[in-house]
């Protein structure tokens, strides 16, 4: 993927990896707080790049990010070529940044290769700019911190669970057990908000952080875990922990 260069007016490839900050951080006291102008960098739009990519890129819905309020941490995608570039050759960083009014924020992050702009200043950007918006646990109604154990293939096919289980997992907590009845392969863990983006409907389930629930059409309905295969399937879900418990256990000795 090349553009042509708004310095030398040349074509330059961009990169293709992606620098993703992970928390956003304090701003100092001393922070310039400056408002600079885009020097080969500009905001990548997020619309477009969901349109291309709807079941990998996932955006915010357009009526939540309209709502968007001051102090709210959005992040955006700064892509910039090599003139920006400490390293000279082109990057892409998803970054932080704090609104403060409509369009407008203050860069929570402080760039690990963008030159020209700094952890503090302005940024202007637009609503097909934003990304990502740090949720509450409150908002969404789940706790974002859990790992669900899921088939990987539910991932790697992009194949919704069938059945969705919460019992006891291999440290003996509960867990979101995510299961598919055909082929299925092995257990792994995976970010809670990367199963709900692909997956809404799995919102339901984990809203009642409890319970048995089946996949009926297009969306979960919740079974008595007493009747029918329901024991079997828990039953099931126990030795799969603590097989895992074991090999946790070993991998630990070694």
């Given amino acids: 993927m090349t553009a042509i260069c708004s310095i030398c007016g040349e074509e330059h490839p961009l990169a293709e990896m992606v620098t993703a900050h992970i928390e956003p951080e304090d701003v100092p006291a001393g922070a310039r707080g400056a408002t600079p102008e885009p020097h080969d960098w500009w ?7 969901h349109a291309e990519h709807p079941r990998s890129f996932f955006i915010p819905t357009r009526e939540r990010r309209e709502a968007l309020q001051p102090g709210e941490l959005i992040k955006l995608e700064f892509q910039y070529g090599p003139h920006a570039d400490g390293e000279g050759e ?13 369009g407008q924020g203050i860069l929570r992050n ?7 702009l700094e952890l503090g200043d302005h940024v202007a950007y637009g609503l097909e700019h934003v990304i990502s ?3 509450s646990d409150a908002e969404l109604g789940y706790a974002q ?11 790697r096919e992009d194949r919704a669970p069938d059945v969705v289980a919460r ?8 867990v979101w057990w995510m299961l598919l009845r055909e082929g299925s392969s092995q257990p792994v863990e995976e970010r809670i908000n990367t199963l709900t983006d692909k997956f809404p409907e799995l919102v339901e389930p984990l809203r009642a952080d409890e ?4 996949r009926d059409g297009e969306r ?5 875990p007493t009747t029918g295969e329901w024991p079997s399937l828990l039953a099931f879900l126990a030795e799969a922990a603590e097989q895992m418990h074991r090999s946790m256990e070993q991998e630990a000795s070694d």
């Fill in 211 to 214: 319970g048995v629930w089946e």
């Fill in 145 to 155: 911190s859990q790992r669900p154990i899921i088939d990987e293939n539910v991932i």
């Fill in 133 to 135: 918006i740090d949720y």
């Fill in 110 to 116: 402080g760039p690990f290769r963008l030159q020209g």
């Fill in 90 to 102: 082109g990057h892409v960083e998803r970054m932080w940044v704090e609104v403060t009014g409509a």
């Fill in 43 to 49: 905001l990548a739009d997020g619309e477009a790049l």
């Fill in 220 to 224: 979960y309905r919740r079974v008595d």
């Fill in 167 to 174: 019992a006891p997992g291999p440290d003996g907590d509960d």
